[in-house]
């Protein structure tokens, strides 16, 4: 789901089962020019079962591109066994220029701010406050057409109203945040 991605798997029976380490690697080219494997997370196992037991995890706010994933089930003992997914996972560009409401909002200080743009382009996003005067530039920069999230402080301010506008292109999106204090 845009820059999301949920991995979901079943055991039907588990032995001495420690958990699952959760890796990935970012294709680059073939299959054979592949990144190196990274740790990206642990789901604790349910040692010994004959029942059926389901497993998920979330990877969040990943860049464009193709993933290969594998599970590493390891046992209490330290033993290891891979499992790899069977296809590799494309996180395309969006379609469409797109802004979404900060979060949290209410907030204090910090807030973050998800946008989407479709082409690479100049971006900038800059904070106002309610009389329409700029207070912060937070971002102006070339970015490549893809997902992505800001992370916004405001400490330095007062407690009160702002608005924050996204500008690429020909695409322009204002929205309201509240600061308390």
Known sequence: TGNDLQLSWTTSREINNSGFEIERTMMKGSPAEAGQWSKINFVSGHGNSNTLQN???????????????????????????FFNLNNEVIIGIPDKFEMSQNY????????????????????????FDNNGREVMSILNE???????TAEVNLGGLSSGTYF????????????K?????
């Open 142 to 148: 070339l970015k490549s057409a893809g997902y992505y």
């Open 177 to 181: 945040m509240i600061l308390l204090k």
């Open 164 to 175: 924050y506008r996204i500008e690429s292109g020909k695409f322009v999106n204002t929205k």
């Open 104 to 127: 949290p909002n209410p907030f204090n200080p910090t807030t973050k701010i998800n946008y989407e743009i479709p082409d690479e382009g100049i971006v900038t996003l800059k904070i």
């Open 55 to 81: 497993y998920s995890y979330e990877d969040k706010n990943l860049s464009s591109g193709k993933y290969n994933y594998r599970l590493k089930q390891i046992d209490y003992n330290g033993n290891f066994q």
